[in-house]
């Protein structure tokens, strides 16, 4: 096995992590949203609603530029998923192969 660059390095051991934490923040604010709107939970929980801000900070700049090009679906908001999507296929896919060099860019 050949020594590790700094940019696999990076990429394996600090982003990949980060996506993956990230993947975790968008489930939790999938399933944070099922749960208030079934009204299982509520916002007027500190707690709840602690948890509930900090995700929206987290994914509303990312999932922003995906609903200007979305459809409307009538209420149903799928921007959250197309965003997981797109990092399930970063992580699972193109950091790998760009670490292992069996991705090229160009």
């Known amino acids: 096995m050949s020594d590790m660059s700094l940019l696999q390095a990076l990429l394996l051991l600090i ?17 944070m949203s099922w749960l208030v709107s079934f009204q299982i939970i509520n916002l007027h929980n500190q707690l709840v609603a602690a948890i509930w801000q900090i995700t ?6 990312l999932v922003a530029p995906i609903r200007r090009f979305m459809p409307n679906l009538g209420g149903l908001d799928l921007s959250l998923f197309v965003l ?10 193109f950091i790998p192969g760009l670490a292992y060099g069996t991705l090229r860019l160009f």
Request: aromatic residues 12%; glycine residues 4%; without cysteine.
């Open 15 to 31: 982003i990949s992590p980060i996506i993956s934490l990230l993947s975790l923040v968008i489930i939790v604010r999938v399933i």
């Open 56 to 61: 929206g900070r987290i994914t509303e700049p």
């Open 84 to 93: 997981w999507l797109f990092l399930f296929l970063v992580n699972a896919w």
